[in-house]
């Protein structure tokens, strides 16, 4: 959001609030990396919202990023949430659209959890926005 944050991976979690539209949000970031999965569901508990960031790129993990989804929203205190999935790395040359990612995720066949794609450039911050503004847009509904 207006600055460029260099990353690696979460290691653990990392805690942050955002505020969108006046809604303030607390974002749990939890490291993805397959030692750190079967700590997750310590994180379920009154989650509203599942934020996932797919690296539009690696088209190698992404049947590793279907099985974790769809093994999360079984999740019974994740009955309730939902999901938000950010096709990142749209700026680089090669990237899968949302629209391809979707149907390898097989997005269409979730009837129990609201879920949006939104393309999106982490760097730049393109999307980030419009797919926060689909969270705010989701409060209270269901």
């Not at 149907?103 to 450039?121: F, V």
Request: a negative charge; glycine letters at 6%; charged letters at 25%.
């Amino acid at each position: 959001m207006n600055e460029v944050v260099h990353t690696s991976p979460t290691i653990g979690s990392n805690v942050e609030e955002i505020v969108v539209k006046n809604t303030h949000f607390l974002m749990w970031d939890i490291g993805g990396q397959e030692s750190l999965r079967s700590s997750w569901n310590t994180y379920y508990s009154n989650t509203e919202f599942i934020i996932l960031v797919v690296d539009s790129i690696d088209r190698e993990r992404l049947s590793i990023t279907k099985e974790e989804l769809y093994r999360m929203l079984a999740h019974e205190d994740l009955r309730k949430a939902a999901v938000l999935i950010f096709a990142n790395k749209q700026d680089m040359k090669g990237c899968m659209t949302a629209a391809e990612i979707s149907k390898y995720l097989t997005l269409s066949s979730i009837k129990d959890h609201p879920w949006h794609i939104q393309s999106c450039c982490a760097l730049t911050g393109e999307g980030l926005c419009q797919g926060l503004e689909w969270m705010t847009s989701r409060i209270g509904v269901r």
